[in-house]
Structures are given as C-alpha cells and as structure tokens.
C-alpha cells in the first residue's frame, strides 16, 4: 500500500523561496502541493509560478483545500494572520518567513497551543546554517568574547538575519561566565553594531551575496572562527523537505529546525 502523501499549502508562492519550495514539493513523491495562498493572486501568477493547473490558487480561507501542512514564506506583517488561518483550518504551521520578533513568536506559539497544534518555525532551512548556531553554542562555553558578522544580498528585507539572532540567544545560553568588557569607545554611532544577548552583531548588504554568517570568538592569546556559506537557494532545500516530513508530529510550536533532526 502506497504511503500517504503530505498535502501542502504554501503562502507566499511568488517570492523566491516560495517559488522554490513549490517546485520541490512538486518534485518529490513523499508530498502533494494541493495549494497556494495569497490574498492577490490571480490565475496568471500559477502559470507565472510554472505550477499544475490542479493546485488551487486561494485567495480567501474559505477557498483553501484540505490539507495537512501550512508553509508560510511571506512577511512578518502577514504571517500572525496566516497562522490564524492555517491553524483554523487544521494546518500544522511551518513558517520560513524571516524577520520575526520576540513578541510574534511567543504569540504564534501561544495561538497554537490554544488551537492543540503543533509546527516549526524555521529561521533557516540550510544544514550548515544550522550546526554553526549548535558549534557556536558549544564554543561559547569556552569563548564567552563573541561577535557576528552576517552577509545577505541587497533585497533581505531584514537586518539583522533571524539566523545571526538565533545564533546570539545560542550564544548567551552557551555561556558559563559574562564576557569580558573592551575598553572601545566609538567615534561614529551604530560601528560596533546591534547587541543582542549581549553578543554584537554587524549586517552586511551587498549585491553579490545570498547567505553567509561568521562567528568570531576570542579568549587570551587566540581566536576561534566558525564561518557558514550558502551559495545556491537549493541548500535550503534540503532542510525543507525534513521539516516537511516531520512537522505534523510535533505537539507544540517549536523554533528552529534542530528540532527535528535525528
């Protein structure tokens, strides 16, 4: 007997990693792409977006099919309200949408435990992007002295990276002891970057980069660097496919894709 397929609806289909998720989900016999949502879609955008003519194009909750999983790849303005949606329908939410805060995590994850759902939401898809949060979190145990440099193309609408946060909160729970204050005192505001968890992180924007992030660690006499690079939105990918066919097991609303990995 045939294993069932996983139906999938994505949001944000027209965007360049929803575009690319649709043809990976089309590609691969472990899933059925049965919909997409955007509230300004028309017929031509499915044609546009290479995609069968069998998969529905929803623009209202009421026209979405059943499914089983929810990939959100829109904006931080729409994804609460997405999530609402998609939990309303019964939808395990997976969301790769970039950008999101503090506060819209805890009331993503609060919406679905009211609704009894599980999910994943996903700062990064990539593997690499991945072991270097859980390698920079073992290493801060060590080095407690740390920086992040992140470098995306010039169209991330988001600075810093959700990944490049992540990576600091891993960071600061890595930690055994405070790192040690430097003696700088900055001529131009904003040159040593952002702080979070009391990890500073500098962005770089530049045409000719997709996705790379360093973490440099420095104790007496050395320094550590742990360094990720992605050069092809294929990477991601990989990650998506294991979220994909893990995320309607999970029983809460968990952030990051370590989550699920073996």
């Known amino acids: ?9 994505v949001a944000g289909f027209r965007g360049n990693m929803g575009a690319a998720s649709c043809q990976t989900i089309l ?7 049965v919909g997409v949502f955007d509230p ?12 069968p003519h069998q998969v529905v194009v929803a623009t209202t909750k009421e026209a979405i099919p059943e499914a089983d999983v929810w990939l959100d790849f829109t904006t931080p303005n ?17 969301i790769g949408t970039s950008g999101l805060t503090e506060v819209q995590l805890k009331s993503l994850q609060r919406q679905a435990e009211a609704a009894h759902l599980g999910g994943l939401i996903v700062p990064n898809f990539g593997l690499s992007a991945v072991l270097l949060t859980q390698f920079a979190k073992e290493a801060a145990k060590y080095f407690p002295n740390a920086e992040i440099i992140e470098m995306h ?3 991330k609408r988001d600075a810093p990276s959700g990944t490049a946060i992540a990576t600091a909160h891993a960071i600061a729970a890595g930690r055994q002891r405070q790192p040690e204050p430097d003696q700088t005192e900055s001529s131009v505001a904003g040159v040593r970057g952002g702080t979070v968890d009391d990890v500073p992180i500098h962005a ?24 990720q690079d992605t050069y092809d939105r294929e ?12 995320v309607t097991s999970l029983t809460t609303l968990k952030v990051g894709l370590e989550q699920i990995l073996d």
Do not use: W
């Open 78 to 94: 729409a994804v609460e309200h997405n999530v609402e949606i998609a939990l309303g329908c019964g939808l395990a939410p997976l």
């Open 235 to 246: 990477s991601f990918m990989v990650g998506l496919k294991l979220a994909l066919a893990k």
């Open 1 to 9: 007997m045939a294993e069932q397929k996983i139906r999938v609806i």
């Open 27 to 33: 590609a691969d016999e472990r899933f059925e792409l």
């Open 204 to 227: 770089v924007r530049l045409p000719g980069y997709l996705a790379h992030e360093q973490v440099l660690f420095g104790g007496t006499g050395e320094t550590l660097t742990i360094r």
């Open 40 to 51: 300004h879609a028309t017929v031509n955008d499915q044609d546009k977006a290479r995609l």
């Open 153 to 155: 193309h010039a169209d």
